[in-house]
Nanobody, 124 residues
């Protein structure tokens, strides 16, 4: 069983930055691509971006790639989401997930394990 635990969310002013972390249990973390999604109230879960198992490839939603960066540290079993120049519309619960198909897919159904989420609130 894989457990994913997000942290680092909170309240930040517009224009500020946050770095989210997702710590994974288990010995197979380095074998899987990982992704971040977000879900705002009343909206569907949205793909933020993903990183390959090697860390050499990343993929982002076009509207976010200028401000968000995903990285990973396999020695710490952790994937990160650096968010800069935050806007009020970035307010959401952010989730990390494990990619079961290794395609860096934007489809939530291609991910088999999810964290509980961390709330990010951006005040304008």
């Amino acid at each position: 069983q894989v457990q994913l635990v997000e942290s680092g969310g909170g309240l930040v002013q517009a224009g500020g930055s946050l770095r989210l972390s997702c710590a994974a249990s288990g010995r197979t973390f380095g074998m899987y691509a990982m992704a971040w999604f977000r879900q705002a109230p009343g909206k569907e879960r949205e793909f933020v971006g993903a990183i390959s198992w090697s860390g050499r490839s990343t993929k982002y939603t076009d509207s976010l790639k200028a401000r968000f960066t995903i990285s990973r540290d396999d020695a710490k079993n952790t994937v990160y989401l650096q968010m800069n120049s935050l806007k009020a519309e970035d307010t959401a619960v952010y989730y990390c997930a494990r990619d079961r198909v290794d395609f860096l897919s934007p489809n939530p159904f291609d991910y088999d394990y999810w964290g509980q989420g961390t709330q990010v609130t951006v005040s304008s």
